[in-house]
């Protein structure tokens, strides 16, 4: 997915481990990087991944959450990584769900097929980016 570089925090820049601010349709998201191989401008195709995924720790909390059948991100305090998540379930083994701006990888939480085009909630403590296709030499 192209994205656009708005903002980059040095955690550590000897290692490139940095927040990111990225833009994706017009919305800015923040997400943890290693390694951040880009500067601010820079218009990169990254993958977007749950760092730390923050339940719900029950199934029917993560099923019946989204009543309003959302596919967004709502960012939990502002100029951090944490998200609360609200999309639709377009693909099981792994579980993929679609959050609206972008799809996220869940896991393998289910064989049930049924699942497939429900609408679920859940909680990300950290959003991860990283270049797709980074070559690792």
């Known amino acids: 997915m192209k994205v656009r570089i708005k903002k980059i925090d040095w955690l550590a820049k000897e290692i490139r481990e ?3 601010t990225f833009s994706v349709r017009d ?3 923040t997400a943890f990087s290693y390694p ?8 990169v195709d990254i993958e977007v991944s ?3 995924e923050g339940g719900p720790s029950e199934w029917e909390e993560m ?14 305090k502002p100029g951090n990584w944490e998200y ?19 799809k996220l990888e869940y ?8 699942v497939v085009g429900e609408y679920v909630y859940f909680e ?10 980074r070559d690792v030499a």
């Open 84 to 102: 609360s998540a609200y999309g639709r379930v377009v693909k099981i083994q792994p579980l993929i769900v679609d959050v609206g701006p972008f």
């Open 63 to 76: 099923f019946s959450g989204n009543p309003d059948k959302k596919k967004c991100l709502i960012k939990k």
């Open 124 to 133: 990300i403590l950290r959003l991860d980016i990283f270049l797709k296709d």
């Open 36 to 43: 951040a191989d880009f500067e601010v401008g820079d218009e």
């Open 107 to 114: 896991g393998y939480i289910t064989h049930d097929p049924r």
């Open 27 to 29: 919305e800015n998201f």
């Open 50 to 52: 749950i760092g730390i």
């Open 18 to 20: 940095a927040v990111v």
